[in-house]
C-alpha cells in the first residue's frame, strides 16, 4: 500500500474468489475480510471475498489443494 500511495495511486477495490472443495470457507468469509482490511488498511466495504467449488474437478476439487484469484483496482489519489 505504501508503493501504491507513492506513485500517486490508491485501493479502489478488491474481489477475491477462494477455490476449494474442503474446508468449508463460508464461515470465516468475515474474519478473511476483516484481516485482508486490517492488513491493507483500508475500510472493509472495498473487500469482496467469496468461496466456490470446482465440482470435484481438478486438483482443487479433488481436495488437494487450494486456489485463489483476486482482482485489485486502483485510482488515482485524490488532489487537494
Known sequence: MELLGAAGWQLG????TVIAQQPRLAPHIDAMVLNLSRAMG??????????????KLGFTGKG??????AVCLIEPLAQP
Do not use: L, M, Y
Request: net charge negative.
Open 64 to 69: 488437494e489443494g487450494i486456489a485463489a484469484h
Open 42 to 55: 483500508v475500510p472493509r466495504d472495498k473487500i469482496s471475498v467469496k468461496a466456490t467449488t470446482e465440482e
Open 13 to 16: 477495490n478488491v474481489d477475491a
